[in-house]
């Protein structure tokens, strides 16, 4: 069972941690691992726009830094309406770890978003 209030409780406090100053768009994530464990991350963005780093892939990498491949749940919160998705980039990274992750999208409006990845993102790259 996900506790998913905990989870967008968890993205929207490091949302606060966004180095945001070129878009103002700050977003926050928190990664749920199968073994109950919880990774955050933010947006960091850089003036060399390419080396920008997305929160969902700053929470993942935290994840996997410590050990956690298991993921099974992401929630992300922004400010935007409708509350944001996954980009390109991070559908795909995530994508490798688990096509079907399930995922919440909240705004400070309240909205929220539920979807699985594979509905947003069915035909990921593979090497296998």
Do not use: H
């Not at 878009?23 to 080396?51: M, P, Q, W």
């Not at 780093?53 to 990498?61: D, N, Q, S, T, Y």
């Not at 992750?101 to 947003?120: Q, R, T, W």
């Amino acid at each position: 069972m996900i506790d998913w209030e905990k989870l967008i409780s968890a993205a929207r406090a490091v949302r606060e941690n966004a180095y945001a100053r070129f878009s103002n768009f700050k977003v926050g994530a928190a990664i749920l691992s199968a073994d109950g464990r919880v990774f955050t991350g933010c947006n960091v963005e850089n003036s060399s726009y390419g080396l920008t780093i997305c929160a969902e892939r700053a929470a993942l990498f935290k994840a996997v830094s410590e050990g956690a491949k298991d993921i099974i749940a992401l929630a992300l919160f922004t400010d935007s309406a409708p509350p944001a998705r996954p980009c390109g980039a991070c559908r795909q990274v995530l994508f490798e770890f688990n096509p079907d992750l399930e995922i919440v999208s909240a705004n400070l409006s309240g909205n929220v978003d539920k979807f699985k990845l594979s509905d947003i993102f069915p035909e990921g790259f593979r090497l296998v």
